[in-house]
């Protein structure tokens, strides 16, 4: 009840930052993993059943059941969806709190909340009706209580990860040999295959029950040929695994993480303790079961697939220094120095033609507000939707993205048949020689900007010419 309460401002900041963004439509991977999925469900009345291929990623669509029961029994509406998210934002804040305590102490765990919060990654998803969020927030259930030999929470923490998503099942497998390595190294073998194994059970019965099931219904699983990101599957050679590589990299550097790296390096050189073995450990096992889809496919290097290693990254800093800094005031300097250096990675916008995940960083925010006036623009001149081409994110009904009855959607961006184009740096598949062709011969009609974010409309020359 003690930490309840000191865990109580957190817990109204999330219900704030809930509150800020209830009404945004959904965004990025989150309008098939979480509303299309909940649309599925709630159309057949909460009647399980396997997912039309075109929606069906492999992952356990259990966040989407979850999401259409919340709009069955109070409310189908956008804030109801974002307001479905503040239980797990506050098992994150639980989560960080009982970590940092357990490796520091509970009058400086409170440091470590800001940290993770303000890192693009977690704030950018954070604002998203996300199963990422609710993974995480497992993860560090899972953790906590392996760390703590709490073995009903470990066992509740990775079942939860199971039906999370795929990559809820790579993290327990990361966990599994973590435990393993972890209590040969201590030397209780006979307590991992006796007690410990057996925290495993309910997660591996319903992974492998859930695989098997879409096996027999769907004859796939983690994706198939025909779905629209088999692309990203797609294996690659040497050469693919050398690029892959240098992206991994750029993920672990990039949206102010350099910072976090630079004083890691700052404490290797000058300080007299080493980094915790627990802690590097279990990063070390999170890293490479995280990494290596991302190193033998094509594209599956988004920065949220590797939150929870993002995270243990913070929690060995956090505890380094702690352990290292004697100074109180120092502490807290350092401790202030690392979160506005994290939180500053929500300001860097890429130039146009390198791709960004704008669903990790709060840069994205502005987006939302574009895309309504540049949408009421297209209404004033009644501009048929059908003859505006765009990209992702942006083809999708409002149905799907503002829970409304409107069912037009834009088309695929093709110069020679769109009469209109609707772009915004938020669209990666728009690429730098698509604007100088828009901007050798087209005609921009409406453009507006807010932060680091645009949005443009574009008049074919065709129509120029017939208006003539």
């Not at 250096?341 to 709060?362: E, H």
Request: proline share 5%; charged share 15%.
């Amino acid at each position: 009840m003690q930490s309840f309460f000191r865990l109580l401002p957190f817990y109204l900041f999330a219900l704030g930052w809930c509150w800020a963004v209830k009404d945004d439509p959904f965004f990025w991977d989150t309008v098939q993993l979480a509303s299309k999925h909940a649309h599925f469900f709630y159309g057949r009345h909460l009647k399980w059943a396997l997912l039309p291929p075109e929606i069906d990623s492999g992952h356990p669509p259990v966040f989407g059941y979850l999401l259409a029961i919340v709009w069955r029994f109070w409310g189908y509406s956008l804030p109801t969806a974002h307001f479905m998210m503040f239980p797990f934002l506050c098992l994150n804040i639980w989560g960080i709190y009982r970590l940092a305590s357990r490796v520091t102490h509970a009058d400086w765990a409170f440091w470590l909340i800001p940290v993770v919060f303000l890192d693009p990654v977690f704030a950018g998803q954070s604002v998203l009706v996300s199963p990422d969020i609710v993974l995480l927030g497992f993860f560090m259930l899972s953790v906590e209580g392996l760390l703590g030999w709490k073995r009903r929470q470990l066992a509740i923490g990775l079942l939860g990860l199971v039906l999370t998503s795929m990559r809820g099942m790579m993290c327990v497998a990361g966990l599994g040999i973590f435990m393993a390595i972890w209590f040969w190294i201590e030397r209780r073998k006979w307590q991992f295959w006796a007690q410990g194994a057996l925290c495993f059970l309910p997660a591996f019965i319903f992974g492998i029950s859930f695989l098997a099931w879409h096996y027999h219904m769907a004859g796939w699983i983690g994706y198939h040929t025909g779905s629209t990101w088999a692309p990203a599957f797609k294996t690659v050679g040497l050469a693919g695994i050398g690029r892959n590589f240098l992206i991994l990299i750029w993920r672990w550097l990039d949206f102010g993480r350099v910072g976090e790296w630079m004083l890691l390096g700052l404490l290797w050189k000058y300080s007299p303790l080493k980094p915790p073995k627990p802690l590097i450990v279990l990063w070390a096992c999170m890293v490479v079961l995280l990494s290596f889809s991302a190193l033998k496919y094509q594209n599956l290097s988004a920065h949220r697939y590797f939150l929870p290693a993002f995270f243990l990254l913070h929690l060995l800093t956090f505890q380094w220094i702690y352990a290292t800094v004697t100074s109180p005031r120092f502490k807290r300097l350092i401790y202030t120095v690392l979160t506005i250096l994290l939180a500053s990675g929500n300001l860097w916008i890429y130039p146009l033609g390198v791709s960004m995940d704008w669903d990790s960083t709060l840069a994205h925010l502005p987006f939302h507000p574009l895309r309504a006036r540049a949408c009421r623009f297209l209404d004033a001149h009644r501009i048929d939707y059908k003859t505006v081409g765009t990209a992702f994110p942006n083809i999708n009904t409002g149905v799907f993205l503002q829970l409304n009855e409107d069912t037009r959607q834009m088309s695929n961006i093709q110069f020679d048949y769109n009469a209109y184009i609707f772009v915004s740096n938020v669209m990666n598949e728009v690429e730098r020689l698509d604007y100088r062709r828009l901007e050798g011969s087209w005609n921009c009609i409406w453009q507006e900007k807010a932060g680091g974010v645009f949005v443009q409309i574009w008049e074919s020359p065709k129509r120029k010419e017939q208006a003539r």
